[in-house]
Structure formats: C-alpha cells, structure tokens
C-alpha cells in the first residue's frame, strides 16, 4: 500500500510541476514575442538556459523516482577563442580586442545548433499534455467517477469512492513507467551529441598521448644518452689505451680489458632495462598475466597475482595495462611504504578490469600526484577510467577498466537479441496489425464508399453515420502503427546495440 501512495504523491508531484511548465511556456512565448527580430538573439540563449535547467530537475527526477537514468544528450560547449599572434581574438572574418563577442557568439550557436534545444523546447511543449495523459489520468477518472455517483446517486457514493480509489491505486504505478519512458524518449542524447562528446574526448586523449610520447622519447634519449652512450664512448677510450699499452705493459692491458668487460655487461643490463621499460618481451610473448606475475618477482614487496582472463586483449591494451600496474606497484613501494600487494586482472563483460590493492598508509590523491595523472592519461587513450580508493592509513584500492578490450570477433549474421517484452510487443503488432488495417480499415472504408448495405462483421458500419469515418481512419491508423512499430523496434535496438558496443557506457549514462 506505501508503494501506491507514493506513487500517487508522485503523480501529484509531477502535476505541479506540469503547472510550473505552463507558465514557463508562456513567459518563453511572451519573450519571444515581445524580442521578436534582432532582440531574439539576446533573449534565446536565457531562455535556452532556463529551460535547460528544467528539463535537467525532470532527468534527475526521472533516475531517482523512476530509476531511468536520462544522460545530458547535448552537444560539448565550443572551448575559449585563443588569441591570434597579434593579440588579437578573430571568429569568421572579423576580428576583435578581447574574446567577449567571439565567445559569445561561438555560444550562441553552440545553443541554436545543438538538437537538444529544440528537443528540450518539445518537451516542455508536451510535457503538461504528457502528465495529463500519464501519471494523472487515473486520478482524474477517478475524480469523475465519485462526482458522477455523487450527483446521481449519493448512497452508492462509499463504493464508487472504494472503487476509484483501488484503480487509481493500482493504474498509478504502470502509467508513472510510461511518464518515464517519455520523459527518456524526448530528454535522452541523440546518437548525434553522444559521437560529438566522444570524439571531443577523442581529440583530448590524442593531445595527452601525444605529448605522453615526446616525453616519453625524450626519457629515452635521455637514457642512451646518459647511460648507454657514455658507457660506450668510456669503452672506446679504454680500448684505445689498451692498444697503447698491449706491447708496453700487457699486464696493465689485461686489467683494462677486464674493466672494459665490466662496462659492456653494465652496458648491456642498462640497454635491456629500456626494451623493458618500452615493451617488456614476456608481454609480448606470454601475455598481460605472465608479465605482471614477472614484475611481482622483480618487485620488493609481497605481490599476489590472481589472473582471470578468457581472451587476450590487444597489444596496446596490454601494454598500458602493464605499465599502469607498474607505476602502480612503483608508488606503492616508494610513496605508500606498503609491505603487500594485491593485484587482481579479470574481466568484466567486455571490460578488462584490474584492482591493485595495498597494506600502506594511504593518502593517495591522483590530483597531487604526476604518477597517478600518468596513469589517467595512459587509460584516457583507450576510453579507460581509473578510481583510486585511499584514505588516511590505508589501505589504498585503485581500480581500471578499460571497455571493450575484450570483444570477442562476431560472425556477419549475429544480431542482437531482442528483450523478451521486445519481442512480445513485436509478435503482437505483427500478428494482429492486420486486423484493424484490413478488414476493419482498408475494407470497411471501402465498404462505405460503395454504400454496400451489407455490414458483415466491419464494427465501423454499425456506428452512427457521424463516427464512422473516424473509426474507420482510426482502424487504418492503428494497423500502420502496429506494422510500423514491429519494424522499428527490431531496427532500433540494433543500432542501440551497435552504438553501446562502440562507445563507452559511462558517456550513455552521464558523467
């Protein structure tokens, strides 16, 4: 029963705020006209605004009522006008002083250009219509109902009241569903603004992986040059000195060869290290798992490996899940003062998903710390997201994923499956969409043209004359909305699929 009436109170709620709707609409629509021409382009960014903040109270409503979580589906705002050499801001062919009117202007047709505007401008529009039709309706008929039976016969009110009250109860719930598949229908992102934030994500994480590369060639060459190279250039001088001395002094020769066999393996180890530290060789070879349980080894600390990996990730997922442990496992033992480490590799759905888990003092924070910015940086190139876990005295979890590093490869025909209530709504459109469309519709329309006086079975035809055209086009309407939905559906949930295969899950579900 507590279900029900706070089902009710929602649907009071909502129609409040259908209320607030209302008067919203109508100030946007007097401003409109009272700005109508150039003062239109002063008025419509405000008014976008407040609307957009509307329809942000209606997705927050709508994940924590309905738990239909509804993503921001607008386009990513244009970033700040940079100055040119000169000092000057240019947008177009004109150029200005300060980056006021570029970013204002940059801004207004960020707002007019983006379709979540005028999808938000609908649902506004609609939304009072909507909670009439939805969440309120039960409530209503049920207001009627009483009022009749008080008008008509006042002692059967207490039934009627009992009656309207059980249905409104019981209808309340199933139609706040349809409110919130309206509300997700007209308020969601649109594939359009979900591939502009990726690829704006995109162009972010290609910045910080390129500049990730130059630093990281030149460690390298700061490497060859201090480490390698030196010891070579040592060892050629040496080499030379033993020429010198190989008739004069051989014993003194000897010694100096030694020392320059000393330098060649201290050469070679140091050379080996870099391949490492570019791509390990047992990562290549052996996989992620053998890699990190090869790097627990070669590590101070206490390290657990548990692997549980059905397919292999590509190289470069590989790879920058390998280094990321190990800077992990790095500040563990040089910044945690960790005595034990666990790292777990699984997989979840197609997610690789790692958790390195330590006994230290904790304190991590990846905004304080350049290690933990790395990682960040790392992952962001692979849609990866990295969640750190450490409070003062430990210990301190940090968990990645990176999605999709574990697709498997599909055949051509494998399609995705339709849900189960799917597939009901699309058999039952598909199997009884002709009965309205044909004989009720097509057949009964023309039944009616020809003046036939036999009626048969066509329901229109025994309807008074003022209802049976509206039957019969709403007969014919229904069958092409049954025929259209069974198409449709399928349709649509495949390219979801497709699009939720693609792109993260996390830029469907908000940030």
Not at 280 to 304: C, F, I, M, N
Not at 427 to 447: E, S, Y
Not at 468 to 482: A, C, D, E, K, R
Request: proline share 8%; net charge positive; aromatic share 8%.
């Amino acid at each position: 029963m507590r279900t029900y009436a706070v089902a009710v109170g929602k649907a009071l709620a909502l129609g409040a705020t259908a209320l607030v709707d209302v008067v919203l609409m109508a100030l946007t629509l007097v401003a409109f006209v009272l700005a109508f021409g150039l003062g239109m382009v002063f008025v419509f960014p405000p008014a976008a605004q407040l609307i957009r903040r509307r329809t942000a109270l209606a997705r927050r409503l709508n994940g924590t009522w309905f738990g239909t979580a509804v993503p921001v589906p607008y386009l990513p705002p244009p970033l700040p006008t940079r100055p040119q050499p000169d000092g000057w801001y240019r947008h177009e062919r004109q150029l200005y002083r300060t980056p006021k009117w570029p970013d204002w202007n940059n801004r207004w047709k960020w707002i007019v250009g983006d379709p979540a505007t005028w999808r938000d401008g609908l649902w506004l529009f609609l939304n009072p219509l909507a909670v009439c039709a939805l969440p309120l309706l039960p409530l209503t008929l049920a207001g009627c109902a009483v009022l009749t039976a008080w008008a008509a016969a006042p002692p059967v009110l207490p039934l009627a009241l009992g009656c309207a009250s059980a249905v409104a109860l019981a209808a309340t719930p199933h139609l706040l569903r349809g409110y919130a598949w309206w509300n997700h229908l007209l308020l969601s992102p649109t594939a359009r603004s979900v591939l502009a934030a990726r690829i704006q994500r995109l162009d972010q994480a290609r910045l910080a992986t390129v500049d990730s590369q130059a630093s990281e060639l030149r460690r390298i060459e700061r490497d060859l040059h201090d480490g390698a190279q030196a010891r070579l250039v040592a060892m050629g001088m040496t080499l030379g000195a033993v020429e010198e001395l190989m008739d004069k002094d051989p014993a003194a020769a000897k010694a100096l060869l030694g020392k320059v066999r000393e330098a060649s393996s201290t050469a070679l180890v140091e050379l080996r290290d870099l391949v490492k530290g570019i791509h390990p060789p047992v990562l290549a070879e052996r996989g992620l798992g053998d890699a990190v349980r090869a790097l627990a080894l070669d590590s101070p600390l206490k390290v657990t490996v548990t692997v549980d990996l059905d397919t292999r990730p590509d190289s470069p997922v590989e790879s920058a899940a390998y280094f990321s442990i190990s800077e992990l496992l790095t500040n563990a033992a040089r910044h945690g003062g960790a005595e034990r480490v666990w790292i777990d590799i699984s997989s979840n759905d197609h997610a690789l998903r790692v958790v390195v888990t330590d006994d230290g003092s904790g304190g991590a924070d990846p905004s304080l710390g350049s290690g933990l910015r790395g990682i960040e940086r790392r992952l962001a190139a692979f849609d990866g997201v990295l969640a750190v876990s450490s409070p003062r005295g430990g210990p301190t979890t940090a968990t990645f994923d990176l999605p999709n590093a574990l697709l498997s490869d599909k055949g051509p025909d494998c399609r995705p499956s339709l849900p189960r209530g799917k597939a009901i709504i699309v058999g039952i459109c598909w199997g009884i969409g002709w009965l309205p469309l044909f004989p009720q519709g097509l057949v009964a329309m023309f039944m009616k043209i020809f003046g036939a006086e036999h009626r048969s079975w066509f329901l229109a035809l025994y309807l008074p004359e003022l209802l049976q055209w509206p039957l019969i086009v709403f007969n014919i309407l229904l069958g092409l909305s049954m025929y259209a939905a069974g198409m449709l559906i399928p349709v649509m949930h495949a390219r979801r699929q497709r699009l939720a295969e693609v792109l993260p899950a996390r830029l469907w579900l908000g940030r």
